[in-house]
């Protein structure tokens, strides 16, 4: 098991930038790929971006693709979403998850551990 807590989010303007990052306790980080989801008032958690646990594969929601980023420090064990050009439709609660594993996988009920998520308001 590992513990993830997120960071980063806020309140930015449509067309800035904001970078978000998982935190996860222990030492075995690197056996987790890693998935990034969000859920706005009303609507299910949908699927952002997954790594693999080595960063070797990495996976986008098509809303996001060309904007947003998915990356890890093994070292640090942390992981990373870079947001930019941000529309007001990625207004959302954001969440990291892991899952024991290498491969990216898109569907929340893949993932046991989940941080307890940041809001990210992107203004019109």
């Known amino acids: 098991q590992v513990q993830l807590v997120e960071s980063g989010g806020g309140l930015v303007q449509a067309g800035g930038s904001l970078r978000l990052s998982c935190a996860a306790s222990?030492?075995?980080?690197?056996?987790?790929?890693v998935g990034w989801f969000r859920q706005a008032p009303g609507k299910e958690r949908e699927f952002v971006a997954g790594i693999s646990r080595s960063s070797g594969s990495t996976s986008y929601a098509d809303s996001v693709k060309g904007r947003f980023t998915i990356s890890r420090d093994n070292a640090k064990n942390t992981a990373y979403l870079q947001m930019n050009s941000l529309h007001a439709e990625d207004t959302a609660v954001y969440y990291c998850a892991a899952r024991f594993g290498s491969s990216v996988y898109t569907a929340a009920n893949g993932y046991r551990n989940w941080g307890q998520g940041t809001q990210v308001t992107v203004s019109s």
């Open positions: 222990g030492r075995t980080f690197d056996l987790y790929a």
